[in-house]
């Protein structure tokens, strides 16, 4: 039973996992925003208009690499309805976001095809686009480079002059595209081999993708002639934004506020900041209002894709399957900007093993792509693909079950993790056992049909957070929250509210706040905003439990020590037990005007604790060995989420992050030219996977608590992108008896090595 | 020079004046406020933009203003009834069948349009009609659990 006493308020309670019977959370009530979305009145970052507003359209530079000599914005200046221009002449340096500020417009050099290089504001769309035409800028073409491992090559076209690799000893005197070199693991990797009865090595490579959120990036920005700005638009996380734009226009952070609208999909590509200085410096030149909104075109040439890798795996197990050592080499290109995920590809390529012997050695690259952006479980997908599809193949070989072999080097509790901690508590054993009692896991298989298996890994993040709790006049409570809800977390938050407070669901509501209504929060990324802002929540709950309290002991003239809070009533307890009628939440607040004024709880802190989050995913594909064309038969997701708060949610992030790598594995691929140039940048050519492409997908949610969380939760948004990759490439090999290397095993990539496999018997 | 057009939206009568060039979803969202239909791409890919054109489903952004005098229009702001939402929306509701919401009245105006042709279809009928509506974020698995739900009630 959920019962606290009215303790002083700054003791909200631990933040250790406590069991307790759950009555709102687990259950999975409507979404507060649900109706809004439904008929079309939520307003998104386009949705919004400002009276007098202008449109901003941005020039952007069709070479991939070249010097910018000389930019004249004159003739678009001249023509009727333009209200300014910018360039990199309106931006001063800025040495704490020097990699932002030569990205969102271009400064000495164009880096990549759709590098901002000048923008307008203007009365219509039309004369915007007209003016974009009359700027004339001059450039000196350099030779370019897009691809990984030829960017590394000493030889390759230099990006920064300035890059001198970071992570190496001593750091190199000569410039490189090479951004830098990480290294986790322990124990003695040659000695591992030594060991193994069998080992396997080989290279992979993966392309980049999209996130490929269906709403374009969007804002309206206005700055008054005083100085005082506001934006809106859709962010994953608006204190970032404001902080940086306000960097990059030279304003105070007190000057700025931002709003974030609803948010269209985002998934790690909407922690980034590209059209809103620009569109607040437009602002702040025509002394109007300023809506920017990127086409679709734009999103795919100039916002952020993953990263495209070269990766080398060699594993060695022993002939009853115990792996001996694990070795890994990813290299990353991340675009034109440091930022490649390689130490997080390095970190979680092993995380799923407990090994004596591991090595995982990352190589973070820059080429002449767009800066790239974090994408769900940021460079884990691509170095678990290919420790997963070695880690299959040497099940394999030695005839062994591959969940049997997974279980039998699985890491565990108070094992050594690959990248450096010791796991506490984690649920990968409880996944892959329940994808092993999966019904999908015997359903028998027909001719070129096969089954895959794999399990991977995600962190998972706190950061800092605070929240705020307000008990409205009639009892009804409404909590602000300073992380843009992405997937349905204000649903979250109300029922970890309710939960607390002991209130029913529909009588709190939750908003998220602009920032100017309250401190600094972390953007909603790293799994973090069910666990960092839910658990604010609740700590801000157990103290608005003791403000209640005090209340009603101010009510019934008795010590608050002696007044305990039960299913959202305060009780008279110990020697005055019985002797009043409980009080509502509702009758507390109807009287708080003669016992105090206003009852609020808030809760502000670095959150810690997120615990790490596992999956194994179970994958039966049929391979045409005609055309090469993959069909997923079916898809089954095994996640732990700790505890699943509203679980359809959680099985929606779960079934969301499967078929985005189900695209990445088998369709979705950045394709350039040799003359450095996105060839498919449009949903056309760039194919997301579509409801046809698709069976149901099935999701077991296993719940291992978290012991650094009250409730139990671990994050769960990221993780269920990691495994697919890999799940669908060892199904595929099952299926056509082939090791697919390279993603996207598009139907000609599968065809292409069907012919090789058939030639070479 | 813009160019009149006399239109019905949601079954009212709207005038409006366009230039040449204005796509259909341009004007509703631009000059109409009529901001529920979304442009995901503006090249016909993504469906986000669904609307219907004399009953029939259409992307907003294939189609120019100019070309819809004297036709009528639906957009996702007339699929409820006041209050009261179609089944397809409190289906959608239902079922969590939304994680960011964006491509959801795009969902919700190509569902009807589909139940109202074919009150009966079955999944892959369901999935190769909304094959045109990209959605990123569900998987679609529970988009489709939804449409059969609401297609089940509105059978009665
Ligand atoms: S905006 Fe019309 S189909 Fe994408
Ligand atoms: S719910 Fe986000 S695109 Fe469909």
């Not at chain 1, 615990?611 to 993959?630: K, R």
């Not at chain 2, 006041?82 to 069948?97: C, F, M, R, S, V």
């Amino acid at each position: 039973m959920a019962s606290s006493t009215g303790e002083a308020p700054e003791s909200k309670g631990t933040h250790q996992y406590q069991p307790r019977d759950f009555k709102v959370v687990g259950t999975t009530p409507l979404r507060p925003d649900g109706v809004d979305k439904v008929t079309g009145r939520a307003r998104f970052g386009a949705d919004m208009n400002l009276p007098g507003q202008l449109v901003g359209k941005v020039l952007r530079s069709p070479h991939p690499h070249a010097k910018l000599v000389s930019i004249d914005t004159s003739e678009a200046e001249a023509l009727p309805g333009v209200k300014a221009v910018v360039t990199r002449d309106d931006f001063a340096e800025n040495e704490a976001h020097h990699d932002i500020l030569c990205n969102i417009m271009a400064r000495d050099k164009v880096l990549y095809e759709g590098h901002a290089v000048a923008a307008v504001a203007a009365t219509s769309r039309a004369i915007a686009l007209k003016a974009l035409k009359k700027i004339k800028v001059v450039y000196d073409i350099l030779p370019h480079v897009t691809d990984v491992d030829e960017a590394m090559k000493a030889d390759a076209p230099i990006l920064h002059d300035d890059m001198f690799t970071h992570g190496v000893d001593p750091m190199p005197t000569t410039a490189s595209n090479i951004a830098g070199r990480c290294e986790f693991g322990h124990g003695d990797v040659d000695a591992g081999f030594e060991q193994a009865d069998i080992i396997i090595e080989r290279n992979f490579k993966t392309a980049a993708t999209h996130q490929g959120y269906i709403e374009p990036h969007a804002c309206v920005a206005t700055v008054t002639s005083d100085d005082y700005g506001e934006l809106w638009g859709c962010t994953q996380g608006h204190f970032v934004l404001r902080n940086v734009s306000a960097s990059l226009v030279g304003m105070d952070v007190s000057k700025l506020r931002v709003t974030a609208s609803e948010i269209g999909g985002g998934f790690g590509g909407k922690t980034t900041v590209f059209l809103e200085p620009v569109c607040l410096m437009l602002a702040k030149k025509s002394g109007k209002p300023v809506k920017m909104a990127m086409t679709r075109d734009e999103v795919f040439k100039a916002s952020g894709p993953t990263a495209s890798s070269s990766m080398d795996v060699k594993i060695g197990c022993t002939k009853d399957g115990r792996i001996t050592a694990g070795f890994a080499e990813v290299r990353y290109q991340g675009g034109a900007f440091r930022g490649a995920p390689a130490d997080f590809g390095a970190m979680c390529a092993f995380a799923c093993y407990a090994l004596e012997n591991v090595k995982a050695i990352g190589w973070e690259v820059v080429t002449n792509r767009p800066k790239g952006a974090a994408y769900r479980a940021p460079g884990a997908p691509m170095s678990v693909y290919a420790v997963e599809s070695v880690v299959d193949e040497l099940a394999k070989a030695i005839d062994m079950d591959p969940i049997d072999f997974r279980l039998k080097n699985a890491a565990r509790n108070g094992d050594k993790s690959s990248y450096g901690p010791k796991f506490e508590s984690l649920g990968l054993v409880e996944t892959l056992e329940a994808a092993k009692n999966h019904p999908n896991y015997q359903i028998p298989l027909g001719p070129n049909q096969g089954r895959g298996v794999a399990s991977g890994f995600w962190f998972n993040f706190g950061g800092e957070t605070c929240s705020t709790l307000n008990v409205n006049q009639d009892g009804t409570v409404a909590i602000s929250v300073g992380t843009p809800d992405i997937g349905g977390s204000r649903a979250s938050m109300c029922q970890m509210a309710a939960e607390e407070l002991g209130i029913p669901y529909d009588q709190v509501r939750a908003i998220v706040t602009d920032t100017s209504s309250l401190g600094f929060n972390d953007t909603t990324e790293g799994s973090r905003v069910t666990f960092s802002s839910g658990m604010a929540v609740i700590f801000a709950a157990r103290e608005i439990i003791g403000k209640l309290c005090e209340r009603a002991a101010m009510m019934w003239d008795i010590p608050v020590e002696a007044v305990k809070w039960e299913e959202g009533k305060a009780i008279p307890a110990g020697a005055n037990a019985g002797d009043f009628e409980p009080l509502t939440l509702a009758e507390i607040a109807d009287a708080a005007g003669g016992t105090g004024g206003p009852i609020a709880g808030h809760h502000e802190y670095n959150a810690d604790g997120a615990g790490v989050s596992f999956g194994t995913h179970l994958v039966d594909t049929e391979v045409d060995p005609e055309t090469g064309f993959v069909k997923i038969l079916r898809y089954t997701v095994i996640q732990d989420a700790g505890k699943a708060i509203h679980p359809s949610y959680v099985e929606g992030q779960f079934q969301g992050g499967a078929v985005q790598g189900i695209g990445w594995a088998l369709n979705e691929e950045y394709i350039y030219g040799d003359d450095g140039k996105l060839q498919n940048a449009g949903f056309l050519d760039y194919r997301l996977p579509v409801a046809s492409d698709l069976p149901m997908i099935d999701t077991v949610i296993v719940e291992v608590p978290n012991p650094g969380h009250p409730y139990g939760v671990r994050g769960v948004g990221e993780t269920g992108i990691v495994p697919p990759l890999a799940a669908i490439a060892n199904s595929v090999s099952d299926a056509a008896n082939l090791r697919m290397t390279e993603l996207p095993m598009s139907p000609p990539r599968i065809l292409k090595a069907i012919h090789q496999a058939e030639a070479a018997e | 020079m813009g160019i009149h057009v006399s239109t019905k939206i949601n079954g009212d009568d709207v005038e409006f004046v366009c230039d040449a060039e204005e796509t259909l979803l341009d004007v509703l969202r631009d000059r109409l406020n009529l901001t529920g239909a979304k442009e995901g791409c503006a090249t016909g890919d993504c469906g986000a933009c669904s609307v219907t054109i004399d009953g029939r489903l259409t992307c907003s952004c294939l189609t120019l203003g100019a070309e819809v005098e004297g036709r009528e229009i639906g957009t996702v702001e007339g699929v409820a009834k006041g209050n009261e939402l179609h089944p397809i929306q409190q289906k959608i509701l239902d079922n969590a069948a939304l994680q960011c919401g964006v491509c959801t009245p795009g969902i919700v105006v190509a569902a009807k349009a589909l139940l109202e042709k074919k009150p009966d279809p079955s999944e892959e009928e369901i999935r190769y009609w909304m094959a045109g509506n990209l959605c990123r974020c569900t998987g679609y698995d529970k988009i489709i659990r939804a449409i059969q739900d609401a297609a089940a009630e509105m059978r009665g």
